[in-house]
């Protein structure tokens, strides 16, 4: 069965930092984008970074750009998002999910159904 595993979500004081984990299961990242998402309560679920697990090129919203950084470790096949500079804001589900499309920075976060399989979310708080 293929899937994808999220984890290394929590509580965290503003200004701090994180890493989540995305770990594929029954497959291989090779030729896949993999993008993380975030949704908060009441919001829409939005892009937050992508990677080309081909050639490693990597696209961020402006939203986290600067403050987000997205990474593979090609051996164990698992994407990381390593959160700095966390905010209120950024308190969410954090989702992983793979496409089989060749993405553009315009277009990876503009349509959620590019990507078909999605983890099950981690949960990070950001509060004092």
């Known amino acids: 069965q293929e899937q994808l595993v999220e984890s290394g979500g929590g509580l965290v004081q503003p200004g701090g930092s994180l890493r989540l984990s995305c770990a594929a299961s029954?497959?291989?990242?090779?030729?896949?984008?993999i993008g993380w998402f975030r949704q908060a309560p009441g919001k829409e679920r939005e892009g937050v970074a992508c990677?080309?697990?081909?050639?490693?090129?990597?696209y961020y919203t402006d939203s986290t750009k600067g403050r987000f950084t997205i990474s593979r470790d090609n051996a164990k096949d698992i994407v990381y998002l390593q959160l700095d500079k966390l905010k209120p804001e950024d308190t969410a589900v954090y989702y992983c999910?793979?496409?089989?499309?060749?993405?553009?920075?315009?277009?990876?976060?503009?349509?959620?159904?590019?990507?078909?399989?999605w983890g099950q979310g981690t949960q990070v708080t950001v509060s004092s």
């Open positions: 029954g497959f291989t990242l090779d030729h896949y984008f």
């Open positions: 990677m080309n697990s081909g050639d490693g090129s990597t």
């Open positions: 999910a793979r496409s089989p499309f060749s993405l553009t920075p315009s277009v990876w976060s503009q349509d959620l159904n590019l990507f078909g399989t």
